[in-house]
Structures are given as C-alpha cells and as structure tokens.
C-alpha cells in the first residue's frame, strides 16, 4: 500500500502548505477535512502519521472543530500546528488560555528542549508565529518541549505516544528549521521510506480515470494554459479518442495565443479539439461590467454555456473535464478558509449544468507537482514551464469596463513586455510576468503635443506556491527598455508603472 500521511483538515489559509510540504519531502500527503473521516477509517487507511492543521478558532467555542480524543489511542504518531497543537492538549485533558498580552503574530524566537521531532535543530531559532491562544497546561503524560518570551509552551510532545504539537508553523519558509522538523516528523517518528514520485501519480490517475470514465465520453475545457493542458493530456492517456477538447477563444487571450494553442494539441498531441471563436459573445455579455468578481462570474458561466452547446453538438458527452489545482480550490473558500477570489473554474460555476459529472483531476496538486506531472507526461517543457494565465484571461487585467479597444492595447504591451524579459534571458525569473491596462488616463507630452493616454502597469512576482509571492527584482534596464518600447510602440499609452506590491497584501493579478 502507498506509504501516505494524513493532514487533518481543520480549515486555517497554510494548510495546503503542510500537504505540500510532507510531498516535497517524497512522502504522499492526503488532506481529508476533519468532518468527513472518522479514527475507524483513519485506522483502516493505513496511515503512517498523521498531522493536525491549524485552523481559525478556539477550542473552547462549541462552534469549533473538535474530533474524537479516540485518534490519540489509534497508535499512529501525530503531529499538531497551532490550532492543532491546542485541539491535542484539550481532547487529552490539557488547558487552553488566552494570551493576556495579546497574539503572538509574526517571527518569534523559539527555545527547544530536545526531543524527536527537534533533532539536530539548533536550540535557540526563529518560528512563524500567529495565534492568541496557548496551552496554559499541558496533559498529563506531555512535556513542554519549546518556549518563547511570551508562549509557555511554543511545543510539547508525549514521546511514549508518538505525539508531537507545536504552536508555531514549521510548513512556513519563515520558521528557519520548519523544513528539518517535518522531515524529523516524517523519517525518525513517523519512519517513512520517501519513496513516492510524481510518476505514481500519472500511472495511479491515468488507471483511475481509465476504470471511472470506462466507455464515457469526455469534454475537456482547454485553455492552453499549464493547468488544463496537463489535465487533457492525462485524460487523453486514460480514454484517448473519447476525448474531445474545446478550445474556448473568448477574446481574452494573449497575444498569437489562440493559434499555439490549436498548433500544440491538434498537431502535436493529435488530440480532437474544437476551436470556438465566442469572442463576440463574451464582449457582449462583459459589456459595462466594471466589478471584478462580476467579470470573473459571468466569463465562469459563459464557458460552461459554451461547453455545453458544443457537448450537445457532439451528441452525447457524460462528463467535463477541468484543470482546477488545489490553490483555486481553496482560495475559492471550499472548506472553512475564507474566499479571496472565485476562481471561475471553481466558485463561478452556475447551479444547472448539463453534465453528468465533472472530473477535476489535478484538484489535489499545487502548480509545481502540475508542472512535474506535465513533464512525466512527455508535454513539452515549453509549454508545461509556462508561466500560468488565468481562466478569465486579460479581463482581469483590464481594470474596469471592458473594450475591444482596451483589450488591443493590453495585448501588444503585455507582449512587448514579455519580449523583453524574455530578451534578457529572465524568463524563468519571475514565476509570471506580465501587463495590466489600469483604467487610469494620465497627461503626457509627445512631440510637442499634449497626449492623455493609459497607464500600464508591469507586474513581475516570485513565488513557488502563489499562495504568497513577493513582487520580482527586475533589472531596470529591462523596465526602461520595456517601458520605452511601449510609449513607443502601442499608441494611447502615455505611462508605465511597476508594481513593487508583494502578497499579501496585494494578490498576483489585479482584479
Ligand atoms: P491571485 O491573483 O489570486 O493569483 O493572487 C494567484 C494565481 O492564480 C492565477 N489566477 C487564476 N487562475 N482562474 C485561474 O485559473 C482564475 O480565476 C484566476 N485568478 C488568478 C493568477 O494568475 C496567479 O497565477
């Protein structure tokens, strides 16, 4: 059986980060939310460890996410984060208090005691730090196994029973030792072997959907970014010509990128596509919509309205096909963290689809495990390294109303953008780089003459989750060339800006 860990949901924004984590170090990490599994399945599953989030609430509120003290009895090592670290000293009899002097909240320096989960950790580091309440006592049978100047117990473990809490989050880059801490987790308590590899994923997928979607026919919703291209190539393993891809030209696209698309998979992969020019259509609807997740609402239903006329014209299809990741899911607020923004593929989807059921199977990846299994799958490194593009396309990069115009000018700066870095062997730089038209006007003078015309904006960023990201150090020469050929070259620009916001506060694109 498949050595794996579970991450027990109990809804705080990292908790994706830990799965990613645990994954990053070849052991399978599976996320189930706290309410859907009880300890008789957890003890069935045949999990090595098992780690407990952290999540928004106190323990003392009834309204809180508690579970069943039996799991501490199963005999399977776990570990607790912050909120989790709380839920263990209170289902095994410990004391939760409120901090007096207010939340601990940032970086924090941490004093260790050793024990298992610490080992070759130096004794004095930093942690990230974000919580209010503390284990005021710990339960009978625990040691406090860290401390901080205002945290009593930052850590406590129950070596006998395997069991492992720490209030600070060892799954964020900020906790210096985070990453050799769940290692000491996962190989010296847990006793992991670290032998799962991207390729179990392809090979265990590809034979799920071969046996789930047998003598189904399958609509894949294709947008030629990394996402869905990887999504169709792994369905196109699993049920081959009973695949058909709809390539949705909804006006929104990059520059030339309609025709790479169409060139990749109907030449390269010889995949059936069908190319639909809706670009009127999406205008259309778009058409004096300034609001931002309106936009991201109406382009989310207007696709499926689209796929299902074109499902209807093939005959029947049984089953849609989308390339959501784990990211989208979460900051679309499934489960208990809170929504950002609806990503179309997820939050937009109206109640009345026609489908019989949709497969999202990359649901549970974050964007570089998409990437590595996109390479697994042969798809060309030029593709699957692209940086990624969202569902709704430009609109989210065309601050407020949408215009045919607007559209135009966004797409030659945003080219001429990308050009450049491109130019300047940076492509792999920033993990996307690209323009936005802010619905500003500003005075410039060109010539002699008085113009008012758009401000760009560039927006570069570095991130390996896009979780949080941290805006790109680009070298000014590349922002004055960028910018001067813009002015130049795209006519009713008069103005470029970059954006030097990291996220948070801000997110990756705009809108
Ligand atoms: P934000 O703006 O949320 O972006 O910080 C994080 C990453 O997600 C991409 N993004 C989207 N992708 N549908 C998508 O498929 C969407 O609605 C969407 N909105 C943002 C964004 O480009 C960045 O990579």
Known sequence: MQEKILVLDFGGQYNMLIARRVREQHVYAEIRPYNRITPDEIREGGYRGIIFTGGPNSVYDSASPHYDPAILELGIPILGICYGQQL???????EIASAESGSEYGKVTVRLSPCALFDGVPESSVCWMSHTDYVKTVPVGFAVTAVTDNCPCAAMADEARALYAVQFHPEVTHTAFGREMLHNFLFGVCRCAGDWRMDDFVGSAVEKYRVQLAGKRVLCALSGGVDSSVAAVLLHRAVGERLTCVFVDHGLLRKDEGDLVERVFRRQFNMNLIRVDARERFLSRLAGVTEPEKKRKIIGEEFIRVFEEEGR?????????????????????????SVIKSHHNVGGL?????????????????????????????IPAELVMRQPFPGPGLAVRVLGEITEEKLAVLREADAIFRQEVDAAGLSDAPSQYFAVLTNNRSVGVMGDARTYGWTVALRAVT?????????TRLPFEVLASASSRITNEVKSVSRVVYDITSKPPATVEWE
């Open 88 to 94: 263990m000293a209170w289902m095994a009899g410990g």
């Open 313 to 337: 014209k093939l005959g029947h299809v049984d089953v849609l096909a989308q390339g959501t990741i784990y990211p989208d899911v979460i900051e679309s607020g499934a489960g208990d963290a």
């Open 350 to 378: 109206p109640d009345v689809i026609d489908f019989e059921s949709i497969v999202e199977p990359l649901r549970d990846l974050f964007k570089d495990e998409v990437r590595a299994v996109g390479l697994e799958l042969g």
């Open 463 to 471: 991130t390996d989750d896009f979780m949080t990201a941290d805006w």
